[in-house]
Every structure is written in C-alpha cells, then in structure tokens.
C-alpha cells in the first residue's frame, strides 16, 4: 500500500531551526510537496521537489532523495508564526496526492 | 501567482437540504481539481477527482449521489452536497492542478482553495 510517515508532532524555540522529515513508499512518484497549515486554514503550498537534492526558499528549505523515499523540511529563524502543521504529500503515478497526517511544530519563546 | 478560490467560505444550512459550493481557478487552466474533506485535527482526505468534461472518480466510501461533482469548465469545479445532514459538516477544501504550466509556476502543482466550512443544523 502507499504510505506516508512524518513525526506527529515536534518543539523548538525561536530562533532556533528544525528538520521535519517524511518518508514515503507509493506507487509511482511525481513530486513531493510540502505544505504550511495553520488551524482551521487550509494548507498553503510551500515547496516542491521532483529532483533529487536540496531546495532553498529564503528560510524555509527542502530535499529530496529519491532512491532512500525520505524528504525532510528545514526551517531556519523560526518565528512565532511558524507554528502550525506541515504536511508532506507525495504525487503518485496517477497524479493524485497522498498525503501525510501532518507533523504539529510548536514554537516556545 | 496561481489562486484558487471558493465560494461561499461559510455556510449554514437546514437538515435535508442542498449546499453547492463553488471551486475557480482564477489566473490558470486547471486540467484537473479534487474535492477533500478535512474533519479537526485529522489530514485532509480525498473525496473526488475530477477532470474537465468527464465524470469524477470518487474514493472509496463516498457516496456519488450524495456529493455531487461537476467540472463544467477548466476554471471551474462545483460539489453539491445533497440532502446535508448534521454529519456532514466539515471543512471542504478543493484544490486545482495545473498541468499545463499555465500558471507560471511548475507543471502539476496543485494549488488550494481556501476552504468552505459546512454546518448543518
């Protein structure tokens, strides 16, 4: 079956950066995604990754390795409102996203 | 940039009645759209796949009668929810894939509506 694993949920402090990783085994692959959701809020789109390797968007950064099914998200400068949910989601060979059950980051002081 | 909107954001409604919410591709082609359903505290959860002028593809244990699909235009997909019931409220998110790189962005991104919350008294 298609799955998707990610950590529940994770703390860090302001300031300070965190790694969340997902690791996925589905049937075919079409790009992973990553996505910020604040409660009650549907999810925003924050990155995309097809190629192996690591992409930077400002704080926020994302890698991939096809041949190992992991990604992780890397946030650096962590500000209050990074708080929320973050969802990995990986596109299929039919193009229909399977997604994770989100990992919580909370931010303390 | 790609957005999705949806209409109504909110809506209260009647036992027994039908609550069609509207789901726009504003600035791009959307060659597919697919309708989820997220309860609190839980991932979203597929419902349907529709794919412009054909018939959706529904997930197992969602009854097509009851969560109607159309996908009229490649700007626009509509679910109605028929005969609403209590259970039935949730937040519906719709989301557009753009296949074609209309958008600007990469092909096959999938963008997110807002969101329609339901309520059904």
């Known amino acids: 079956g298609q799955n998707i694993d990610q950590p529940t949920e994770m703390t860090a402090t302001e300031g300070a950066i965190v790694q969340i990783n997902c690791t996925y085994q589905?049937?075919?692959?079409?790009?992973l995604f990553w996505y910020q959701q604040h409660a009650g809020e549907a999810p925003t789109f924050l990155s995309y990754?097809?190629l192996d390797g690591l992409e930077e968007k400002g704080r926020f950064s994302s890698f991939l390795s096809r041949s190992k099914g992991y990604s992780y998200l890397l946030l650096k400068e962590l500000q209050m409102k990074d708080s929320a949910s973050y969802l990995c989601?990986?596109?299929?060979?039919?193009?229909?996203?399977?997604w994770g059950a989100g990992t919580k980051l909370i931010i303390k002081p | 940039g790609a957005v999705v909107s949806q209409h109504p954001s909110w809506v209260i409604c009647k036992s027994g009645t039908s609550v069609k919410i509207e789901c726009r591709s504003l600035?791009?082609?959307?060659?597919?759209m697919f309708w989820y359903r997220q309860f609190p505290k839980q991932s979203l959860m597929l419902m349907a796949t529709?794919?412009?002028?054909?018939?959706?593809?529904?997930e197992q244990g969602v009854e097509k009668d009851k969560f109607l699909i159309n996908h009229a235009s490649l700007t626009l997909s509509t679910l109605t929810v028929t005969s609403a019931h209590p259970e039935d409220s949730s937040f519906y998110i719709c989301?557009?894939?753009?296949?074609?790189?209309?958008?600007?962005?990469?092909?096959?991104?999938?963008?997110f509506g807002p969101g329609t919350r339901l309520t059904v008294l």
């Open positions: 989301s557009a894939r753009d296949g074609t790189g209309s958008s600007g962005g990469e092909v096959d991104t999938q963008y």
């Open positions: 600035d791009f082609q959307a060659t597919t």
């Open positions: 529709s794919n412009e002028g054909s018939k959706a593809t529904y």
């Open positions: 589905t049937s075919g692959f079409n790009g």
């Open positions: 990754n097809v």
């Open positions: 989601a990986v596109m299929d060979s039919n193009y229909q996203l399977i």
